[in-house]
C-alpha cells in the first residue's frame, strides 16, 4: 500500500511526532501541518504550517492529497474559544476544503470524550448514544456527526477513531481500560487508511486491554486488529494506586477526570 501524498494534521502534537516516522513508509510525499514547530522537513517531507481555522489556508493544504490523518485541535478540555476555533470552525475548514480539493478519504482523531459520560459499568458499541463528557466532547461529536454529513451527501469516507488513552504506557487504572500503544495506533490508522470501504465509520481505538468498555465489532470491516495490551502495566499501576474512591465520578465514568473539568466562565 503506498499513496502519492498524505496529509498529518497536528503533526508536532504527541502522536502527530508519532506517527510522523511511520506514516512515512506508506507515501511518495507527507505533508506535515501544525501550528506548533515542525523542525526541519526530512527526504520525502513536505511542511506546511497552516491554522486550523484559516479556511484558505486549508484549502490550499488539502490540494493534492490523497487522504488526510487529521490529528490537529485542541486536544483536552479547555475553554470553548479555542475549541470553537481549532475543533469546530477546523473540522468544518477541513471538510470543505476535502470536498473543493476531491480528497476522498479521512482518518478523524475523535476522542473516548464523546462517550464520556457513560459509566464504566457499561460497554458501549459503534452505534450507542453520544454522551460527551465536556465542550472538548462535544466539539468531537460535531466533528463525527460533520464527517457522516459528508459522506451522506458528498461520499468522503472518514473513520472517526474514538482513541482511549494513546501514551507510551497507560498512567492509572482507568487508562487500563482506555490504553491505546503507539503500535497499535499505526495499525489503526493503517487499517482505516487501507481498508477497501470505509464509508463512515465509528471505531474505539483501544489495544487489546484486558477490560474493556467497549465493542468494536461493529467496525470489523476495517480490519484493525489490536496486538498489544495494558496487562504488563497493571501491577505497577495497582500498587501505585491501591484503592478506588467510588464517591468520586472520575472513577464512576469512562471519561475520568474531564467529567469534572470546568466551568471555565463564571
Ligand atoms: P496534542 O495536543 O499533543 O496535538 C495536537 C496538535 O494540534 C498540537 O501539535 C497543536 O499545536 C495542534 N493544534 C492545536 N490547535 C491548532 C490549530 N488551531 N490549528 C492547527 N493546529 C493546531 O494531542 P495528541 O495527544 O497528539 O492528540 C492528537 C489528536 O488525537 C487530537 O485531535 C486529540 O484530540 C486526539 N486524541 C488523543 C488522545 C491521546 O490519548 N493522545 C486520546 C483521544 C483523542
Ligand atoms: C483525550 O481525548 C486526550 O486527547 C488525551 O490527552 C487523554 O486525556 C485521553 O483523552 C484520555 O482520556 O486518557
Redesign the pocket.
Known amino acids: 500500500l503506498r499513496f502519492p501524498r498524505l496529509l498529518l ?10 506517527l510522523r516516522p511511520r506514516l512515512k513508509a506508506y507515501c511518495d510525499q507527507l505533508r506535515l ?4 514547530d515542525l523542525g526541519e522537513a526530512g527526504e520525502g517531507e513536505e511542511l506546511a504550517p ?5 479556511r484558505a489556508a486549508m484549502l490550499q493544504l488539502l490540494e493534492g492529497v490523497s487522504a488526510v490523518v ?7 478540555e479547555a475553554p470553548f474559544d ?1 475549541i470553537l ?3 469546530i470552525v ?1 473540522a468544518y475548514n477541513l471538510y470543505e476544503a476535502a470536498r473543493k480539493q476531491g480528497v476522498k478519504r479521512i482518518v478523524l ?5 464523546v462517550m464520556g459520560f457513560h459509566r464504566q459499568d457499561q460497554v458501549l458499541d459503534v452505534n450507542s448514544p453520544a454522551r460527551p463528557d465536556g465542550l ?1 466532547g462535544v466539539s ?1 461529536a460535531f466533528a463525527e456527526d460533520l464527517s457522516r454529513f459528508y459522506f451522506d451527501r458528498y461520499g468522503i469516507e472518514t473513520a472517526c ?7 507510551p504506557e497507560p498512567r492509572d487504572r482507568r487508562m487500563l481500560n ?1 490504553f ?1 500503544s503507539y503500535d497499535d495506533l499505526e495499525r489503526l490508522v493503517m487499517a482505516c487508511l487501507s481498508a477497501p470501504v470505509v464509508g463512515h465509520s465509528i471505531v474505539y ?1 483501544v489495544s487489546d486491554n484486558l477490560r474493556t468498555w467497549c465493542d468494536n465489532r461493529g467496525a470489523a470491516h476495517l480490519g484493525y486488529r489490536p496486538q498489544d495490551s495494558s496487562e504488563p502495566y497493571r501491577a505497577a499501576i495497582e500498587a501505585r494506586q491501591p484503592t478506588i474512591d467510588l464517591s468520586d465520578p472520575a472513577a464512576l465514568y469512562q471519561g475520568g477526570a474531564f467529567v469534572r473539568t470546568g466551568p471555565f466562565e463564571g
Open positions: 494534521t497536528g503533526a508536532a502534537g504527541g502522536l502527530g511526532k508519532v501541518s501544525d501550528i506548533s497552516v491554522r486550523l481555522e484559516d487529521h490529528l490537529g485541535g485542541v486536544s483536552v479555542p476555533q481549532a475543533n477546523g482523531a475523535s476522542s473516548n470524550h472538548y468531537k477513531l474514538r482513541i482511549g488513552s494513546s501514551f482506555t491505546l481505538g
